[in-house]
């Protein structure tokens, strides 16, 4: 195990350079201060000391007017840990930005990685001999920061992420994720620091020990700090710290340090444990694995994994209206369909933007950023188009797949480099120039070539998939079983996971979903391990739970069991007895809220010969007024409420269909608005379907209106009574204001009003008569005024 | 000023239900209704947020922004009392749901509008709930505490101080206006202020019992927490 240093911060306040200035400027106006702080760590037992650049990146140094410093700070600063001591190695620091990268925050990718790439090749430049970007709170400032500094130099890269409480980052990502995710981007060690103490750490280096093989290193801080008068004091003496040590190594740790709160005396006590060592035993090897993160998912494929489903439907091909929505720059449905499919038990999602007359790029960039903030499930970039692919990867805060590349040597040039930086795992076909490989050997040649190519640009085994090419078997009835015996050769002679399109297999042919299911299932037997299918398909998703549980993955059959025993969430058949009498079945459907069943039975009412007068009062009146009575005393809920008139919409639409001359007799006319000043109208929104519902006219003047309006289309149209609400306080006048000017202009009006924070007090103060408290006792109190004698003056 | 904008994972259902008026558990209302309004709002929202930590006399109750503001309202200064300092915040989950949800009832589709409103209420309060919670760990770090979140128009807090508050955080670079009538624009926003203090024993939460709205349908008894 190797010792780095502890806290700067901790140590300049000691020596009163806390304050208003620039910490890291005090490499270039205090040198003897931040050398001798540098020394007392070295003489402690550190072997690794960290410049004073924690803050020296442009975009931080920028809050000091010094962005033009980053050079000249870096030089000294390398400089001022080069005199610790000659034995030393230095460690070039890089701190966060304070801010938060797009979507989550305003900074661009492109503008937080320049400004790392700048400080890196500084820090390079002065002599560092490695660099560490450390205390980052979210993944993708991580990555940006990675790739800058990857970029800058050649020197080893050091990662550290903080963590929180629930020993996830702020933004969600655990360490596992991280690990798995920075070590494909070929960080070279891994770690974490400052977070809240050394106890959560340990956990972290746990957790990430079992995903990667990377060395590893955590530098906790001093416990969370506590302030005390104007000074903060850390709650961990050295001696709390150093029995940390033992346990770090014991996680297979290979460095260690200190963060906030840490002092020279901390490191002596580490130092004292880390000598008390036996001499470490190798790590085991991480067994290579496959896996893909989000922000906040981890996904495992391949063997020893449960299979992994990857949702097809984000791809615009044969489907208009999302074609038309990608087109106008819209991804509402996109988004839609994301969150169905996982819904839906998708595990990733692939993602297509093949639509013609977009710029491609363009769009795969504003997909891929939304969904990054919405959906778990890790993503499938679907495209062949480096350009592409670069926009996707690179935004991604997580390790997608890139689907696909072919053997053509100009396209994995392009496309294995950006996996590479990125962190991306590749889907590798094996498709070359000059006609379809036919034979299963003929594949195994192919993919042999895009592999060794693959390894020659630095990728792992564990970053490579294989598809063994799906073809219809409409067109040559071979073709499946030549796919199925591409993937027995896969699993014998290479060892990475495989992925495969499914729905091709049934191209052109009838009962395709059966058939697409059977073969599924035979590609699951021969080791298929994340078919590309669609998941809101049912039929696909009890194959998937089949092979769960036939494959091993399911202990005690439970999802298995779980998933036949669901009722499809399709369409529930309706609960209505068709035994009762018909006007019974009416009032059933109603409380029930089936929209579908209250229109079919108008019709069976009508033969019946029954009046629609009878059907109207008997069962959609009587039902509604039973669905109110049991909101009042809490049996029935809101939504179900509104159901419950949506259905009764839906017959009375019906019973108007049905008999045109129909009598529509209205029990009035409501005008209803939110007042002036007043933007809220859910709440009006329900009184007035309830209305509606209930046998009034309304006329709904939506919400914020003047009350010359009110007053204006009250002289156009009969009003029997207005309905006026307001539901903050500051609108509260204008509902005063509104009723004195319509009772001004019509004395005889019949005024309603209600909103959340109107009471019954409030109500009759400004002359209102009646007071509503929801949309239920609305309708009720419209009936009471309308059978009430006219207001008299 | 520094923004945060929050992500969409994990919006929680029974708040989202609490909203639209459904209890937790025991209806026997369509899951499937719930979950696709949560996935509707979810991709209809776009959220922002914006905050700006400013010194506070507690004394005077005034924060030092730029112009200060003297806090009106014995409640909020009372449970600022031991705050040296205090991040002011706005979150917005954008225009958009709100208008899905009035086109919603407009077509007669009024448990989908009712629903989706409720969705987005649930969105605003998860977003506040991130900014918040990302607050709370950076005054950690300094060795602070924060005091519950508190917004104008709660308690005896007058609402009308909402449009000061906004211009200290430039809340207009989120897309968040304020009405003559102290309204919030888009309707799905909120507005608050996060006490930090050096001590840890915090003020309590702000709870139903303490509102004066008696017969409100969202009023939490026993009080767990506010209603909103
Ligand atoms: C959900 C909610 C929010 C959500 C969504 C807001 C929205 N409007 O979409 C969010 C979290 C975003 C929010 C934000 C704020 N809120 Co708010 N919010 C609520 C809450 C809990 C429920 C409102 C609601 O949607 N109810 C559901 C609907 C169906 O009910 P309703 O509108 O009241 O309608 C029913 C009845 O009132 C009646 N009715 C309605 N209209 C009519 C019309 C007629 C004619 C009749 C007869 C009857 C009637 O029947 C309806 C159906 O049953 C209320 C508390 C409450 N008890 O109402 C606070 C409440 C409205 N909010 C309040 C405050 C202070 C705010 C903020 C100012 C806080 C802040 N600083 O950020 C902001 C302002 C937002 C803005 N745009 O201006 C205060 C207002 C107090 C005041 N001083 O005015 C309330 C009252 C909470 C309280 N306890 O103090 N809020």
Known sequence: ?793 | MPVFHGTLFQINRSEMMRYAGLPPKGSDFPEALIRESIEEASALASPRGIWQLLPYDAQTGTLFGDPPLCLEGRQIRKHLSHSVSAAVLAVTAGPDIEQASTDYFHSGLYAKGLLLDAAATAITEHLADQLDRYIQASARRTGRHTAWRYSPGYGDWPVTQQQALCRLIHAEEIGISVTDHSMLLPRKSVTAIIGLSPCSEAPKPQQCTQCHLISCPFRIRPARHFSR
Do not use: W
Not at chain 1, 185 to 196: E, Q, R, T, Y
């Open chain 1, 1 to 793: 195990m190797h010792l780095f240093d502890g806290a700067m911060g901790t140590m300049l306040q000691k020596y009163g350079l806390a304050g208003s200035e620039c910490p890291d400027y005090c490499n270039v106006s205090h040198p003897d201060i931040v050398q001798r702080i540098h020394r007392e760590y070295a003489e402690a037992g550190s072997e690794y000391i960290t410049t004073n650049t924690f803050g020296a990146s442009p975009l931080k140094l920028a809050d000091y007017g010094l962005e033009d410093q980053v050079e000249a700070i870096a030089q000294a600063a390398v400089r001022n840990a080069r005199a610790a001591s000659p034995h030393i190695r230095v460690a070039g620091d890089i701190g966060p930005t304070g801010q938060f990268i797009r979507p989550l925050g305003d900074l661009s990718f492109d503008e937080a990685a320049s400004n790392f790439y700048r400080l890196a090749k500084a820090l390079a430049d002065a002599g560092a001999d490695c660099l560490i970007i450390e205390t980052i709170i979210d993944i993708q400032e991580m990555r940006a920061a990675l790739t800058a500094a990857k970029a800058a130099c050649s020197l080893p890269v050091i990662c550290q992420m903080s963590y929180s409480e629930d020993g996830r980052t702020i933004t969600g990502t655990d360490p596992a994720a991280a690990a798995i995710l920075l070590d494909a981007m070929g960080a070279d060690v891994i770690g974490a620091n400052c977070s809240v103490g050394p106890d959560k750490l340990l956990e972290a280096a746990k957790q990430m020990a079992r995903v990667t093989d990377k060395p590893l290193i955590i530098q906790p801080n001093a416990g969370m700090p506590v302030l005390d008068g104007n000074t903060t004091r850390f709650p961990l003496a050295p001696e709390d710290m150093a029995p940390y040590i033992a346990r770090f190594a014991e996680a297979g740790v290979t460095f260690a340090g200190g963060c906030c709160g840490t002092t020279p005396a901390h490191i002596r006590a580490m130092r004292e444990a880390m000598d008390r060592l036996p001499a470490p035993e190798p790590r085991p090897a991480v067994e290579p694995l496959t896996a893909f993160t989000s922000r906040t998912r981890t996904v495992f494929v391949g063997p020893g994994h449960a299979p992994v489903m990857i949702g097809e439907r984000i791809n615009p091909t044969g489907r208009k209206k999302m074609r038309e929505e990608i087109q106008s720059g819209s991804f509402v449905s996109v988004k839609k369909e994301a969150l169905a499919q996982v819904a839906a038990g998708a595990d990733m999602l692939d993602v297509n933007m093949g639509v013609p007359g977009i710029d491609q790029s363009a769009a795969m960039e504003k997909v891929v950023m939304e969904l990054s903030m919405l959906c778990p499930a890790p993503l499938s970039i679907d495209s062949t188009d480096p350009a592409v692919l670069e926009k996707a990867v690179k935004i991604y805060p997580g390790r997608p797949l890139i689907n696909s590349v072919s053997a053509d040597p100009a396209l994995m040039e392009k496309v294995f480099p950006l996996a590479r930086k990125y962190g991306a795992a590749v889907l590798c076909l094996p498709l070359a120039k000059g006609g379809l490989p036919k034979t299963a050997e003929e594949r195994i040649a192919l993919i042999r070539q895009i592999l060794e190519t693959a390894r020659s640009f630095g990728l792992r085994r564990q970053d490579l998939l294989l598809d063994p090419l799906v073809l219809t078997a409409a067109s040559d009835q071979k073709a499946p079983s030549e796919t199925l015996r591409t993937l027995r050769l896969y699993r014998e002679q290479f060892h990475c996971p495989t992925v495969m399109g499914t729905s091709n297999v049934s191209f052109g042919l009838p009962g395709r979903p059966q058939l697409n299911a059977a073969f599924l299932s035979m590609a699951f037997a021969c080791g298929m391990d994340a078919p590309i299918i669609n998941p809101l398909d049912e039929t696909m998703q009890r194959t998937f739970a089949e092979a769960r549980l036939l494959l091993g993955f399911d202990a005690g059959a439970r999802q298995y069991i779980a998933s036949v025993s669901e009722t499809p969430a399709a369409v529930p058949s309706s609960s209505v007895s068709s035994d009762k009498p018909v006007l019974e079945q009416i009032r059933d459907a109603i409380r029930n809220g089936e929209k579908e069943e209250a229109a079919r039975l108008m019709n069976d009412a009508i033969q019946e010969k029954m009046s629609p007068d009878r059907i109207i009062k008997e069962g959609l009146t009587a039902a509604m007024t039973e669905v109110g009575d049991a909101y009042g005393i809490g049996k029935v809920y809101l939504p179900q409420v509104m159901m419950a008139a949506e259905a009764m919409q839906s017959a009375f639409s019906e019973l108007k269909v049905l008999l045109p001359s129909m009598k529509n007799d209205s029990k009035g006319t409501a005008l209803l608005c939110t007042v002036q000043g007043d933007i809220h109208d859910l709440g009006k929104n329900i009184v007035a379907a309830l209305l509606e519902n209930s046998g009034y006219r309304v006329i709904d003047l939506g919400k914020d209106v003047a009350p010359e309006a009110i007053l204006a289309e009250a002289k156009r149209t009969h009003v029997d009574f207005f309905g006026l609400c307001s539901l903050m306080t500051t609108t509260l006048p204008e509902l005063k204001k509104t009723a004195a000017l319509l009772r001004e202009h019509i004395p005889a009006c019949r005024i309603m009003v209600g909103g959340a924070v109107v009471t019954p007090e409030y109500a009759r103060e400004i002359g209102a008569d009646a007071y509503a408290k929801d949309g239920v006792d609305a309708v009720r109190k419209a009936d009471q005024l309308m059978t009430a004698d006219p207001v008299s003056e």
